[in-house]
């Protein structure tokens, strides 16, 4: 059964590579003036709106009170080099380096030059090679399981910093009827992928004696994905690894263990 399964999620290739440079000048404290050249990718993400992402963090962090927040880069190419990313917040006449870690999450520094000139959050990769994603992870869970109320702060988090990355309207995971964070992350049209880190084969929620195994509508962005969709998902290459959770459905407390069997597990 469970080869069976592996054999239906597709993993398909695709994405192209380019970006366009910035002149810099040295400066002070590791920030440096610009002359830009760079024209912004659709794409790269709003600093602005990352920074909207971290106070919605701060305001709504009761779903997660002992949780830390950091963003992460994720492959949607297989061909896509994740290892050495550099990331930069880049200005009219401002560059500031982010600090990447090995899993290639990050913390955005706040800066006001960069937020009055509505700078981009840019990698040295092609961003539609990459899509990004809030990472909100309490500590102390158990391996293998994540915390419900984890998950719906990242949604919150995710949509209000603008992190999704599907690049084509008529192939939108998130429901074009949805605009805000309350409407895609309180509704069970909003679609909302999350990526466990190793490929999926079923989830279980468990609060207190309350067990559930989700549907496998609920697996590899609702199963349904044919080879011309999947190009426009930023699930591309992580199908495998994509899920829903039932974060609009308040009957399951914040406290819900979401917990993972995955494709290399023992039978």
């Known amino acids: 059964m469970r080869r069976a399964v592996a054999r239906m999620v597709p993993l398909l290739l695709g994405a192209l590579w380019g970006t366009a440079p910035a002149q810099t000048a040295p400066a002070?404290?590791?920030?440096?003036?610009?002359?830009?050249?760079?024209?912004?990718?659709?794409?790269?993400?709003?600093?602005?709106?990352?920074?909207?992402?971290?106070?919605?963090?701060?305001?709504?962090?009761?779903?997660?009170?002992?949780?830390?927040?950091?963003?992460?880069?994720?492959p949607r190419s297989p061909t896509v080099d994740m290892h050495g990313i550099t990331l930069r917040v880049i200005g009219d006449h401002i560059a500031v380096p982010v600090p990447v870690a090995p899993d290639n999450s990050f913390t955005l520094p706040r800066n006001e030059q960069a937020l009055q000139e509505d700078a981009a959050v840019?990698?040295?990769?092609?961003?539609?090679?990459?899509?990004?994603?809030?990472?909100?992870?309490?500590?102390?869970?158990?391996?293998?399981?994540?915390?419900?109320?984890?998950l719906r702060l990242e949604c919150l988090v995710g949509m209000e910093a603008g992190l999704v990355s599907n690049s084509s309207?008529?192939?939108?995971?998130i429901s074009n009827a949805l605009t805000s964070p309350e409407q895609?992350?309180?509704?069970?049209?909003?679609?909302?992928?999350?990526?466990?880190?190793?490929?999926?084969f079923a989830v279980t929620l468990r609060a207190g004696e309350r067990t559930e195994i989700?549907?496998?509508?609920?697996l590899y962005a609702g199963g349904d994905q044919t080879r011309d969709m999947l190009p426009f998902c930023d699930?591309?290459?992580?199908?495998?690894?994509?899920?829903?959770?039932?974060?609009?459905?308040?009957?399951?407390?914040?406290?819900?263990?979401?917990?993972?069997e995955t494709m290399e597990d023992a039978p």
Request: positive net charge; charged residues 25%; proline residues 9%.
């Open 28 to 74: 002070d404290q590791g920030i440096q003036t610009v002359t830009v050249t760079y024209t912004r990718d659709p794409v790269d993400k709003s600093y602005r709106k990352m920074i909207r992402g971290m106070e919605r963090f701060q305001r709504e962090h009761a779903l997660a009170p002992q949780a830390t927040l950091r963003f992460r880069l994720l």
């Open 122 to 150: 840019v990698a040295n990769r092609k961003t539609t090679s990459m899509t990004w994603r809030a990472q909100v992870m309490t500590p102390g869970l158990p391996p293998g399981t994540r915390r419900l109320g984890d």
């Open 169 to 173: 309207p008529l192939f939108g995971w």
């Open 184 to 200: 895609v992350c309180n509704s069970p049209d909003g679609n909302f992928l999350f990526f466990n880190e190793r490929p999926v």
């Open 214 to 218: 989700l549907p496998f509508r609920f």
């Open 235 to 260: 699930c591309q290459v992580l199908l495998d690894r994509t899920y829903y959770a039932p974060i609009w459905d308040r009957s399951w407390p914040d406290d819900t263990l979401v917990s993972f």
